[in-house]
């Protein structure tokens, strides 16, 4: 199953697609890894940024769309961007989307570290991986 870790911070969206197994899995699409969402965006500019998700996942057979759960309140919520983000993807995506918490994507990588040589050295990119990492088998 090819999952898309799809990792959101303020106007931008990280990407990191999967396929295989945790004991075995490869990268696909390694260059396309951002797509952006200006602030303040238009109607158009928002339904723009809602195409070029599809496109990717059109493009790349993504099979499951998997995102960062927002901190709703508190220091570190997630701010205007982040929100409008999430509800274009979970509105126009023609495929399942899950939501993963931090807290589960931390006890994951403890007890599958040794698994995840593909990670990503920058810090966004590799929340995304951990992210798509989540629901491979």
Known sequence: ?????????????????????????QLVAPKVNKFTLVKNPSQS???QFGEAILAYCDE?????IVLNRRA??????????TFLMEGVILAMARINVELVHPATVRATDKRNA???DLKPKTVDLGKAYDLAFEFLN
């Open 45 to 47: 500019e928002v339904a």
């Open 1 to 25: 199953m090819l999952i898309a870790g799809m990792f959101l911070k303020a106007n931008e969206v990280r990407i990191v697609t999967l396929v295989g197994s945790r004991m075995s899995h």
């Open 114 to 116: 040794e698994f995840k």
């Open 72 to 81: 709703t309140s508190g220091q570190g919520a997630g701010g205007a961007g």
């Open 60 to 64: 790349h057979k993504v099979e499951l």
